[in-house]
């Protein structure tokens, strides 16, 4: 476990802001993270004020959205520091906070959902479609080649319809309708001053006003944009970077035989779990997987050393 290079900084962002702090660091959000992150909660137990911070790719919009809904069963006020990316899912996990604080690094991006389109007749095709392209096919089918508008939705219709089975379309359909029904639900929490309809239209905009799903959205973007942002101390960016630091070394690949860390779910109480590639080396793998591997440690917050630096 490398439970050293993150519980001191933990301890000292709940010193620093007065609130008990977690770290949800992911390559991306998965329904069996859920279960861990209710662990560390429960090890931590109900607050009035809770930190999170969160570094996640993207992932599970599901997983996302039962995540922030077990947060708010655990606190009354939740606090999201964000120190590199929260992409895709993870914005969508960022919207069921009070308030975001974003580093200079700090990157969200669009919640538009792709899902696996499998059974597509296109050799050579994505494997993976965003439900935006799919529905940008009518606007293109309208702009580029001057058809009107009920001309351009059958055009396009009947062009999907040759090469993605009619099953996977309507799924397109239901992810599109569920990412901004979650997306609803969760920014409630966070600009509960805006009426509904204006809280929509800024999930609306996350989901359908960007033409690429890795667009950058800046922390002055974001405030732009509308959501509720502030500037983190520069201690306090400097103690969110370090808990970035475990899983950094993996994604530079360096994996060996002890495993290197992909997940890390913590608080400033002792709790540390960590998901490691275990039992093969990256050079041998050989087309193989490695066995991930949960591992859970609980520690007194009072023998964790080096909360000050």
């Given at each position: 476990?490398?439970?050293?290079?993150?519980?001191?900084?933990?301890?000292?962002?709940?010193?620093?802001?007065?609130?008990?702090?977690?770290?949800?660091?992911?390559?991306?959000?998965?329904?069996?993270?859920?279960?861990?992150?209710?662990?560390?909660?429960?090890?931590?137990?109900?607050?009035?004020?809770?930190?999170?911070?969160?570094?996640?790719?993207?992932?599970?919009?599901?997983?996302?959205?039962?995540?922030?809904?077990?947060?708010?069963?655990?606190?009354?006020?939740?606090?999201?520091?964000?120190?590199?990316?929260?992409?895709?899912?993870?914005?969508?996990?960022?919207?069921?906070?009070?308030?975001?604080?974003?580093?200079?690094?700090?990157?969200?991006?669009?919640?538009?959902?792709?899902?696996?389109?499998?059974?597509?007749?296109?050799?050579?095709?994505?494997?993976?479609?965003?439900?935006?392209?799919?529905?940008?096919?009518?606007?293109?089918?309208?702009?580029?080649?001057g058809l009107d508008g009920q001309a351009?939705?059958?055009?396009?219709?009947?062009?999907?319809?040759?090469?993605?089975?009619?099953?996977?379309?309507?799924?397109?359909?239901?992810?599109?309708?569920?990412?901004?029904?979650?997306?609803?639900?969760?920014?409630?929490?966070?600009?509960?001053?805006?009426?509904?309809?204006?809280?929509?239209?800024?999930?609306?905009?996350?989901?359908?006003?960007?033409?690429?799903?890795?667009?950058?959205?800046?922390?002055?973007?974001?405030?732009?944009?509308?959501?509720?942002?502030?500037?983190?101390?520069?201690?306090?960016?400097?103690?969110?970077?370090?808990?970035?630091?475990?899983?950094?070394?993996?994604?530079?690949?360096?994996?060996?035989?002890?495993?290197?860390?992909?997940?890390?779910?913590?608080?400033?109480?002792?709790?540390?779990?960590?998901?490691?590639?275990?039992?093969?080396?990256?050079?041998?793998?050989?087309?193989?997987?490695?066995?991930?591997?949960?591992?859970?440690?609980?520690?007194?917050?009072?023998?964790?050393?080096?909360?000050?630096?």
């Amino acid at each position: 476990m490398n439970e050293h290079d993150i519980l001191p900084a933990l301890v000292e962002l709940q010193q620093l802001s007065g609130s008990p702090t977690m770290a949800y660091i992911v390559d991306k959000i998965e329904v069996t993270d859920v279960g861990i992150v209710y662990e560390c909660l429960r090890a931590l137990g109900r607050v009035e004020s809770l930190n999170l911070i969160l570094y996640a790719g993207g992932g599970n919009v599901d997983a996302a959205r039962h995540i922030a809904l077990l947060l708010h069963e655990y606190c009354e006020e939740l606090r999201i520091l964000v120190p590199d990316h929260a992409q895709s899912a993870g914005t969508l996990l960022c919207l069921g906070a009070h308030e975001l604080v974003l580093g200079t690094m700090a990157r969200l991006g669009p919640i538009d959902p792709y899902i696996t389109a499998s059974d597509s007749h296109a050799p050579g095709g994505p494997n993976r479609i965003s439900a935006e392209d799919v529905r940008a096919l009518t606007e293109m089918a309208r702009t580029w080649f001057g058809l009107d508008g009920q001309a351009a939705g059958r055009h396009a219709l009947e062009m999907m319809s040759q090469r993605i089975f009619p099953t996977t379309l309507s799924s397109f359909f239901r992810a599109h309708r569920n990412i901004r029904n979650v997306g609803r639900e969760l920014i409630a929490y966070h600009r509960s001053d805006l009426s509904a309809d204006e809280r929509g239209r800024l999930v609306d905009h996350l989901v359908d006003g960007y033409d690429s799903h890795t667009h950058v959205i800046t922390p002055a973007e974001a405030q732009k944009l509308g959501l509720n942002v502030v500037v983190p101390s520069l201690r306090e960016e400097q103690l969110m970077w370090r808990c970035l630091h475990s899983l950094h070394r993996w994604l530079k690949g360096d994996l060996d035989e002890d495993g290197q860390v992909m997940k890390i779910i913590a608080n400033s109480q002792g709790f540390c779990a960590e998901l490691t590639l275990v039992g093969v080396s990256l050079n041998s793998l050989e087309g193989r997987m490695p066995k991930r591997v949960w591992g859970i440690e609980e520690r007194s917050a009072a023998t964790i050393s080096g909360a000050e630096e």
